[in-house]
Every structure is written in structure tokens, then in C-alpha cells.
């Protein structure tokens, strides 16, 4: 994909969802941290389902330290693999309080410090919490990436390279977002939906696909 495609590309998708956002339920950084680390190999709908229940009754480092491992576990028990998550979350809760004052710190050093939480976690909290320019590239990223030419890449992480060097400035904040929520309902895994897709016009994938 060319400059003048990749704007274009992102001149539509912002056109038609001027600003995008996270489909994870939260109202503090501390929720948001909390539900980014629950999503791993999990959907957006089934960890609002959990933290619905949860986030009422704790939502706060110490709050959640005060449930036990084993209360914690009885509110994400519906999640996949919730008891390692409640461990990591546990221990992440237990960093936050000793180490940050109870606050989520803004250093991606010491995001990805704590249990459970990764780079791509830590891009997340990075972008949708304080406003920094971060590609949290998940499958639906990674795929978006490779199949249009927008960010050819092996890994995540040269996916992710590959994004902040050839996405616009102007798109770089928003830009994560817009290609989540493609790869999620447009451009999907089995078969990407190009007949409806709003920037087919600017994607390298072929050959293009047909209404069923």
C-alpha cells in the first residue's frame, strides 16, 4: 500500500467513525488496566460480562486485594483461563499499592513490569488512557496489517513498527482502534468481507471477495 492509499485508507475509516474507542467497559485507568488483562485469548463482550459484576464491588488495587484470590476468581470465572489472570491480577494489584501509590503508572518500563501485563496490554493502557500514539497490534491488527500491505510484517512487533512508520501522524492516536474494529467485523479471518468494505479501494488483498 502506497502513501497516498494508506491516507486515503485512513481519511475513510475516520470519516465513518470519527472517534473510536475500545469496546472494553471502563470508567478509571485502573479498570481499564484491569480489563485489557482479562481480554487475553478472551472476548471484549465476555470480559464487560465479568467486570460488570466485578468492578461494583472492586475497582481499585486495594479493593480487589481485599477479595482473595478465590473471591476475585468467582467474579471472572466465566473468562478462559481466569485463574492464571487472577493470579497475575493479584499480583499486579499488590505492585500498584506497594510500588505506585495504588496508581497506574504511565511508563511503558513499568507497565510491562507488572505480572500479566505485556506490550501489547501496555499499548493499550499507553493510547486509551493517557493519549500516547501506541499500536497495540492483536490478531485482528496483525492480520489487517499483512493482508491489506499497510503493515507487512512476521511478528506483531514489526507489524507494529511498521504502523507507527507508515501511518499519518494526524491518524497515529485513533489508528489502532479503527483497525481493531475493521479486522473485527470488515476484514475478517475466514473470509474478509470486501463487498462492504468502505477502503477496499486502497487494499492490496486479491482477489477481492464477492457477497455470498
Known amino acids: 500500500m502506497k502513501p ?3 491516507a ?13 474507542v475500545t469496546e472494553l467497559e471502563y470508567t478509571s485507568v485502573f ?3 484491569t480489563a485489557v488483562l482479562l481480554s487475553a485469548q478472551a472476548t471484549d463482550v465476555g470480559v464487560n460480562k ?26 471472572i470465572k466465566t473468562i478462559g483461563l481466569y485463574r492464571s489472570k487472577a493470579k ?17 503508572p504511565r511508563s511503558r ?15 493499550v493502557v499507553l493510547n486509551s488512557a493517557f493519549g500516547e500514539p501506541t499500536m497495540a497490534v492483536d490478531t485482528h ?10 503493515a507487512p510484517g512476521k511478528t506483531p512487533y514489526e507489524v507494529e513498527m511498521q504502523l507507527l512508520k507508515r501511518v499519518p501522524a494526524e491518524y497515529l492516536i485513533d489508528a489502532h482502534h479503527w ?16 463487498w462492504q468494505c468502505g477502503v477496499a479501494a486502497y487494499c492490496d488483498f486479491t482477489p477481492k471477495t464477492e457477497a455470498p
Open 50 to 75: 465479568a467486570t460488570r459484576k466485578l468492578f461494583p464491588v472492586a475497582n481499585t488495587p486495594k479493593k480487589i486485594l481485599a477479595l482473595g484470590l478465590d473471591g476475585l476468581e468467582s467474579y
Open 4 to 6: 497516498p492509499a494508506i
Open 141 to 150: 491488527i496483525f492480520r489487517v496489517g499483512n493482508r491489506t500491505g499497510l
Open 31 to 33: 479498570e481499564l488496566l
Open 109 to 123: 518500563e513499568a507497565l510491562e513490569a507488572l505480572p500479566g501485563v505485556g506490550r501489547k496490554t501496555a499499548n
Open 179 to 194: 483497525l481493531i474494529l475493521h479486522g473485527r467485523y470488515v476484514c475478517q479471518a475466514r473470509k474478509p468481507q470486501c
Open 8 to 20: 486515503a485508507f485512513f481519511a475513510t475509516l475516520k470519516a465513518a467513525n470519527p472517534q473510536p
Open 88 to 104: 497475575h491480577l493479584m499480583q499486579t494489584c499488590r505492585i500498584l499499592v506497594d510500588k505506585h501509590g495504588g496508581q497506574v
